[in-house]
């Protein structure tokens, strides 16, 4: 049996359901059951102790509106890609911008920085001040590094 | 020359990010067997400069100006998405004029945007002509949202609690001169491409995207309409003033790159319907309401999480924003409609012809500043 606790409602009067992570797959599952089949945002939040995961669910059928909530202490959540086809992109943005291992994932790559950046700009810790270069390698793929290179 | 390996059966190509027909920076890597696409991979983020993280950085007044510049070419109704959230969330209502005004606004430029994507489609299959006559047709919106704003794209126009400034006269007579003269004209465009044997043949059967591949995909707006799928938030969850006017959602069963134009094509039509109404409705009053006073100097504090959608002219427009009681958003995520439906070109881009492959990435109807963000 999963734990589903329902909260109160945020601003905007939907639902909220928070989830533990270990629980996570079964009940987007059961959710995916009910009818829920159009996963429409997910959302990584850095609460600077733990990391809090926000999937936004939708259904045609129903016209229903939900948001689940997990949280995470070390970083990594499980992928829910084998249920919704549009958590790939969402969960390798979102692992890009906060550093969310999403485990289970097909190809899990930065998606919007190039490969090496460091850091990742969405934590509340990350250094703004810091420059970093874009050039580009033999194959046509760009990586970022601290150094400026020959093209600037 | 003897050769002991055998030659390599498939060619990478790399396609963009400047290619004339990827409507910006879109950068497709391609996997090809002769001319047939076997595997596509986009790589996005060219035109990334973190959107999400400046709003972070920004009061909330100000978090405004870096949603005209997602979507450029449809930015009243992405200003029309970000109030959902705010308002929502700092608990501010604009008084009715205010919203019976960015309904109108809103919908002007969804047409702006979808006269901007039947121009560049033209190109992108050859046809050079259609695209002086809708950047005409979209020349008379943009002096009506200068006349309004000020300026032509970046129009900063609405603002929380309510619009920058008022209709005028003028303003109402340019919209009613417009909404007069624009279907007829819109017809003779409309004629151009699907009078057209190059046009039809290009799109027709073209790119078919089946209904669970679009829904599993998070696909929305004209593209999910276009494979037969009856949904728009407009209707669905009414917001803004979309409950009070009568407007039809059209569909497209046949699921090809024509149908998605058809789709466009007729949801432009049904936003004169919307506007022809709305001028009839609108009443007078304020337009601002006088709590969020117009100063950008008052600081308004948002506390607890607000998600608000929209129907932009790409498809759901969602902005999710959490506060922590201080003056500064503490996160704002936006659902960019195009980052979803352009992940579907993986499926789209299997084994069709490379020509094929513009078609379908024009039908996507792509603005990279909103994609990348």
């Not at chain 1, 009067?13 to 997910?42: C, N, W």
């Not at chain 2, 405004?64 to 070419?73: A, G, H, K, N, T």
């Not at chain 2, 960015?102 to 046809?127: C, F, K, N, P, Q």
Request: proline letters at 4%.
């Amino acid at each position: 049996m999963v734990d589903i606790v329902e909260e109160p409602a945020g601003k905007d009067k939907r639902k909220i359901f928070r989830v533990k992570k270990e629980d996570l797959i079964t009940a987007m599952k059961s959710f995916y059951d009910q009818g829920y089949d159009h996963l429409s945002l997910i959302t990584g939040i850095d609460r600077r102790d733990k990391i809090e995961v926000v999937y936004h669910l939708h259904s045609f059928q129903k016209n229903e509106y939900i948001v689940v909530k997990t949280e995470t202490l070390n970083d990594t959540v499980p992928s829910v890609t084998s249920i919704w086809q549009s958590a790939d992109w969402d969960e390798r943005e979102q692992y890009d911008m906060l550093g969310i291992t999403f485990e289970g994932h097909p190809d899990l790559r930065r998606i919007l920085l190039p490969e090496g950046w460091s850091g990742y700009p969405l934590r509340k810790n990350y250094d703004l001040s810091k420059v970093q270069f874009v050039n580009m390698d033999e194959d046509g793929n760009d990586y970022a590094s601290f150094d400026p290179g020959d093209g600037w | 020359m003897e050769t002991t390996k055998p030659l390599n059966k498939y060619v990478e190509l790399n396609m963009g990010p400047q290619h004339p027909s990827t409507h910006g920076v879109l950068r497709l890597r391609l996997l090809l067997d002769g001319e047939t696409v076997k595997k596509v991979e986009p790589v996005i983020g060219y035109l990334h400069r973190n959107a999400e993280k400046i709003c972070e950085l920004d009061y909330y007044c100000d978090s405004l100006l870096y949603f005209d510049r997602m979507d450029y070419v449809n930015s009243l109704s992405m200003e029309a998405g970000y109030l959902e959230a705010a308002e929502k969330l700092l608990g501010i209502e604009p008084p009715e004029r205010a919203k019976w005004i960015r309904t109108i606004m809103a919908e002007l430029s969804r047409i702006a945007s979808h006269l901007v994507w039947a121009g560049a489609y033209g190109l992108d299959l050859g046809m050079l002509t259609p695209f002086f006559y809708v950047f005409d047709l979209r020349e008379q919106l943009l002096n009506i949202f200068t006349e309004a704003s000020g300026s032509r794209l970046l129009t900063n126009y609405m603002s929380i609690g309510g619009v920058y400034q008022d209709f005028n006269d003028k303003i109402v007579y340019m919209i009613k001169d417009f909404i007069k003269t624009f279907p007829k004209k819109l017809e003779e465009v409309f004629n151009l491409f699907v009078k057209n044997d190059i046009f039809i043949s290009r799109t027709k059967g073209i790119g078919v995207l089946e209904k669970d591949i679009a829904i599993s995909y998070g696909v929305t707006g004209p593209m999910l309409r276009g494979s037969g799928v009856e949904y728009d938030v407009r209707k669905a969850e009414p917001y803004l003033m979309y409950d009070k006017v009568n407007f039809d959602i059209p569909v497209s069963y046949t699921k090809d790159c024509l149908g998605r134009f058809l789709v466009r094509y007729e949801e432009m039509r049904q936003s004169i319907k919307i506007v022809k109404q709305a001028l009839d409705k609108i009443p007078d009053g304020p337009y601002f309401n006088p709590k969020a006073k117009k100063s950008l100097m008052i600081r308004l504090r948002g506390e607890g999480e607000a998600y608000g959608r929209t129907e932009s002219s790409k498809g759901e427009f969602g902005v999710y924003i959490v506060g922590d009681g201080t003056v500064k958003p503490y996160r704002v995520r936006v659902r960019s409609p195009t980052f979803k439906n352009l992940s579907v070109l993986r499926e789209l881009g299997k084994d069709v012809m490379i020509a094929d492959l513009v078609a379908i990435s024009g039908s996507i109807d792509l603005v990279f500043g909103e994609v990348d963000r």
